[in-house]
């Protein structure tokens, strides 16, 4: 997907290079203090947690499009004007809204009993009545897609694939196939409905939703998850006979419906028109309270932001924090962003989102020019005390600001520990309670010193090496 980022380089350039690249740059001592200073005082941080919290209480759930997320950032504006920022503005975009009004999953034969089940975001509804069928069971959806049509037409589909629990959130990327394809692959091949079994790596009935697929899913049919026991309970039905279940799904769904991004900054003096960019996204999924997903981000990146604004002087650049809308259906808030800013990208010079949880960062990868590298070494060594390692330069960014990642902005993505974030996210689980102050405090110091230090030295991350001459080509 990336390109080697010295190819092309002469070999004894590449080894000289990969030798440079290994030393960090000089930082100043009084960057060096400040930043560290920063990371001391997040370990008390108020600023953040409340912000969070405010946000999940005040506010609730945010579904994209919904009068939910325009209260979300009618409060979002209030609070960063009341803390201070400069240039507290949203900027509005328009966005297609799905929204659930009711759903049920219900086995009816051998035995009646209810499953606890969700519908997807973007499912199509049933009809009013709902539908009933026998229950075909796939493994993977790959395996549904290779299944013949006399398997699967009438029937309603069942894919039964487990998202495996990693602390990366590698296996949540595998997970989220079956997520999107379904509802097409079952209704292609004419099946009444599409059941999978949650996302989710949680033991409990906690369904996980999502949305099923971000473009072109026309004529696609109603699609539901349902939890990780009911999944089980219906897989052990499955391994005594045939088994038929009714779907419900009615669905509210409008063409155009308002969202925007939140934007406050931290003016910048004398390379003010430079900007270092850390975001999160503003809306939730509708289930739980979007504490983990992603109130969490936006409270790191505001504490962050807020802090370093509490300085005596304010950085060199300037810092704008965006607070994405309608990230969760179609990453609609980024590209308007990148729409928006799409002639003034250049002056973008480092870019970073949170939006993982609130488990602690314990890696920094970056995306950097070549002759930059010695700057994500700086920032890895200034970062080590809090337990955070050294991470390649292959970087994309994340959700929000892949878009920025992919136009030639230098991003850094401070990875967190996810072992247990999937086992929230996306579910009615999803709520304050289950973010950890200390680690949260963790990702507002790590945000704070290097968003200060990219602020303040006027590195270019974009730098790349000279080119070699040996004068015997
Ligand atoms: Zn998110």
Redesign the pocket.
């Given at each position: 997907m990336f390109k080697p980022v010295f190819a092309g380089v002469l070999a004894t350039g590449w080894l000289f290079s990969v030798a440079a690249a290994q030393t960090p740059a000089p930082l100043e001592a009084e960057i060096e203090a400040t930043a560290k200073s920063l990371m001391d005082q997040a370990r008390s941080d108020e600023i953040g947690l409340a912000f969070v919290e405010d946000l999940t209480t005040e506010v609730g759930q945010r579904l994209a499009g919904s009068e939910a997320e325009q209260r979300a950032r009618a409060w979002s504006v209030a609070e960063l004007t009341e803390l201070g920022f400069d240039n507290v503005r949203v900027e509005p975009f328009e966005i297609p809204f799905w929204s659930r009004k009711s759903e049920s999953v219900s086995v009816l034969t051998p035995s009646p009993q209810m499953l606890v089940a969700t519908a997807l975001g973007g499912s199509a509804a049933t009809p009013l009545e709902g539908v009933a069928g026998q229950v075909v069971r796939f493994e993977s959806l790959s395996e549904l897609q290779a299944a013949p049509i006399s398997q699967v037409d009438g029937k309603i589909v069942f894919i039964d694939e487990k998202t495996i629990k990693t602390m990366d959130g590698s296996g949540y990327g595998m997970g989220v196939r079956k997520r999107s394809g379904c509802a097409q692959a079952a209704s292609d091949k004419g099946a009444l409905a599409c059941l999978i079994r949650s996302v989710g790596t949680q033991p409990h009935r906690m369904p996980h939703t999502g949305i099923m697929a971000r473009d072109g899913a026309e004529g696609a049919g109603p699609v539901a998850a349902i939890s990780g026991p009911d999944a089980d309970q219906l897989s052990r039905l499955l391994e005594r006979g045939a088994v038929t279940v009714a779907v419900n799904i009615q669905t509210e769904i409008k063409t155009n419906a308002p969202s925007g991004n939140v934007i406050a900054e931290v003016a910048g003096t004398d390379l003010a028109d430079e900007i270092v960019l850390i975001g999160?996204?503003l809306d939730?999924w509708d289930l739980g309270t979007?504490a983990l997903?992603?109130g969490a981000?936006c409270g790191i990146v505001v504490g962050a932001a807020r802090l370093i604004a509490d300085l005596p002087e304010p950085p060199r650049r300037t810092i704008r924090v965006v607070l994405y809308g309608a990230?969760?259906v179609g990453l609609f808030g980024a590209t308007a962003y990148a729409r928006q800013h799409g002639d003034n990208l250049d002056k973008h010079v480092l870019a970073a989102e949170s939006?993982?949880g609130a488990g602690p960062i314990w890696r920094f990868q970056t995306r950097f020019g070549e002759a930059a590298l010695p700057y994500a070494r700086t920032l890895q060594t200034l970062l080590a005390p809090q337990g955070v390692t050294r991470g390649d330069n292959r970087a994309f960014g994340g959700?929000d600001i892949g878009i920025l990642a992919r136009s030639g902005v230098p991003v850094v993505t401070p990875g967190q520990n996810g072992i247990d974030y999937f086992d929230y996210?996306h579910t009615p689980d999803d709520t304050f309670d289950k973010i950890d102050a200390t680690e949260f405090r963790q990702n507002v110091a790590v945000y704070a010193a290097f968003t200060y230090v990219a602020a303040q030295t006027g590195w270019d991350f974009r730098k790349q090496a000279e080119p070699e001459t040996t004068g015997t080509e």
């Open positions: 999160c996204h939730s979007g997903d992603d981000g990230e969760e939006d993982f959700p996210h």
